[in-house]
């Protein structure tokens, strides 16, 4: 397994990756700002039906043209992603279509039985013209990531969001008559225009290096004899208990998000106190939790078509040398950002969003990160050794318990039962999937480095880092909103050279291959 591919690889998509969330922060920030708190709640709740049609159409067969792609080239050297991508396109598009259709006419009965929000009906029939766009898209970023090309999928969804943006800003100055005018259905016609460009980007890439497809498969004495019909088959055979896997999980997060403003109403909050704190929860404070996690996110969509590859040339020492490097630096990661969500939670959340709730609730949440970006991490090599049955059995089993939770504990102590509920779950599925990576790999877990040494590294910086924060906010208060971002980049900086003096992180893991 050649690391340099995984280590470029995961540079690229973490920088764009980085990129595209700072603008989607500031776009966040716009956002909270022209919308209500209620009305953020309610663009949020078009999402799960979003996550659900996604996984239908498009999750699972971009998962099976990646692995299929990574494994015929471990195997042969060549393969053939023109028609395993062109069948897999054929297949999304396919589903796609039909559940635009059902979407579009049945938005108002999703809405109001479903949602329970009769509001985000207009929201869901506009939502609906993005399918087609996105299941192009994922089916080409499969094709590259199957091939280690991941520069296309990455620049393709830093120029998604870009437009997206782009887009809202312009309607929203349009129709406000100069000044910013944002309803959620405006924000939702942005989604779709930027998916639209993400396509047509993806489609030129494609087209550009038609020639090297064309090589590919002319060098290959059996694409004659495999029809696309064939590989439809293979990819469905794939794909199918993939996608069933993560729709049922899908199903699951739908739910939770559906019942916690109903949870809360029954804990005492009114209606839009509670979409207010549904709005806050989803809107501001998981995706900052997730912000650090671009780098194990990145990883993750990498290590597939790695695991895959080695596995079908039964390198086992490869799975072993890779396993245990994405681990650490998962845990690298997750263990330092929980530690500057923990110190500097309030800060943030009242400086970014101007909004004393988020602090607290990024507070709250920090603990799920090492175990978010593990859980990650080891989801992807499950998925890549082939078992997605045990990532589908494990993640239901969390997901099932933290709805238990949920139901149990919201009514009698509000917001609180549902952060007992995210760590109490994401607790058991990151341990379930270690104990099985562990078991059917064999890998060493390098303590001192991946966890002890990240530790204590990130207990000396951030306290320090966020009292010289104080410090000079003191003597500054008028630039507090450009030293904030300032102290956190010094403070990785710092973090990041601590680990290298102490040979937590080592050179020849980055450059060797």
Request: proline fraction near 3%; glycine fraction near 8%.
């Amino acid at each position: 397994m050649n690391k340099n591919h995984l280590i470029k690889g995961t540079v690229i998509l973490t920088v764009t990756g980085l990129i595209t969330r700072l603008l989607g922060f500031f776009y966040r920030i716009c956002l909270s700002n022209a919308l209500t708190a209620e009305q953020l709640g309610i663009y949020q709740l078009i999402f799960p039906v979003y996550g659900i049609c996604f996984t239908i159409y498009a999750s699972g067969i971009q998962t099976a043209i990646s692995q299929m792609t990574a494994a015929e080239a471990a195997r042969d050297g060549a393969g053939h992603p023109k028609h395993i991508l062109k069948a897999g396109i054929s297949l999304s598009l396919g589903a796609a279509l039909l559940l635009s259709a059902l979407v579009w006419c049945f938005h108002g009965f999703i809405a109001d039985k479903l949602l329970l929000e009769p509001e985000c009906s207009e929201s869901l029939k506009l939502l609906s013209c993005v399918f087609p766009f996105c299941g192009i898209t994922a089916c080409i970023n499969g094709y590259f990531y199957g091939k280690k090309r991941a520069a296309v999928p990455a620049l393709s969804q830093l120029f998604e969001q870009i437009i997206r943006i782009g887009s809202v800003f312009a309607l929203a100055s349009i129709f406000g008559g100069g000044s910013l005018s944002v309803t959620c259905e405006l924000a939702v016609t942005g989604l779709v225009i930027g998916e639209a460009a993400s396509c047509l980007f993806n489609l030129i890439s494609l087209l550009l290096s038609g020639r090297h497809m064309r090589a590919s498969s002319a060098s290959d004495s059996r694409t004659a004899a495999q029809t696309g019909g064939c590989y439809r088959r293979r990819l469905l055979g794939f794909s199918v208990p993939l996608t069933v896997n993560r729709l049922l999980i899908n199903v699951l997060h739908s739910l939770e998000a559906v019942m916690i403003p109903g949870l809360l109403r029954r804990y005492g909050l009114s209606s839009a106190n509670a979409l207010a704190i549904y709005g806050v929860l989803n809107g501001m404070v998981l995706p900052f939790l997730m912000f650090p996690g671009t780098i194990t996110n990145s990883l993750s969509v990498l290590l597939l078509p790695e695991i895959s590859e080695a596995q079908a040339a039964d390198k086992k020492e490869s799975i072993q040398s890779a396993v245990s490097l994405s681990l650490k630096y998962s845990l690298i990661v997750g263990i330092f950002s929980a530690c500057v969500f923990l110190v500097f939670g309030n800060t943030l959340g009242n400086t970014v969003f101007g909004n004393e709730t988020a602090g607290s609730f990024l507070k709250a949440a920090a603990w799920l990160c090492p175990m978010m970006y593990l859980a990650t991490t080891l989801g992807s090599i499950i998925n890549g050794l082939g078992k997605v049955h045990i990532t589908f059995l494990n993640s239901v089993i969390g997901q099932t318990l933290r709805i238990g939770i949920l139901f149990l504990l919201i009514p009698r102590f509000g917001i609180s039962g549902y952060f007992i509920g995210m760590l109490t779950s994401q607790l058991i599925i990151t341990l379930l999937d270690y104990c099985y990576v562990l078991r059917s790999t064999g890998f060493l877990f390098d303590i001192p480095n991946s966890l002890l040494k990240p530790a204590a590294a990130a207990l000396f910086t951030c306290p320090l880092f966020f009292r010289l924060y104080e410090f000079f906010v003191q003597a500054h208060p008028s630039l507090k909103t450009l030293l904030l971002p300032g102290c956190c980049i010094l403070l990785c900086v710092v973090y990041l050279l601590l680990l290298v003096i102490t040979k937590a992180i080592k050179k020849e893991e980055i450059i060797r291959s």
